[in-house]
């Protein structure tokens, strides 16, 4: 089993990031929306917004601020994280 390809400094797009895309694959940009899946299917367990990068290629972890408290903190997103893209109009889609 090898590791994906890592990402070029010098790419510019980020690529799309799914709920298939977790852990070192995950790449993000302030202002998205991270999703935490609870124990039961389709359950949100927790959301935030990203707004801080620690790493200049958007992989974790992240200054999030939680929607529940409006607290930020570190997160260090794990498998069960994943992240959606905000569109035109403010409102988010869910990432494919």
Known sequence: MSAPAPLKK??????ATGPEATGASMR???GDEILVRGT???VIAR??????LHHPDGSPPYDVRRADSGRVTLYFAGPDA????????GDHA???
């Open 10 to 15: 010098n790419d510019q797009d980020l690529p």
């Open 28 to 30: 993000a940009r302030a």
């Open 40 to 42: 039961t299917a389709g």
């Open 47 to 52: 959301d935030g917004e990203i707004v801080g």
């Open 82 to 89: 994943y992240i959606r893209h905000p569109v035109a109009g």
């Open 94 to 96: 869910r990432a494919r």
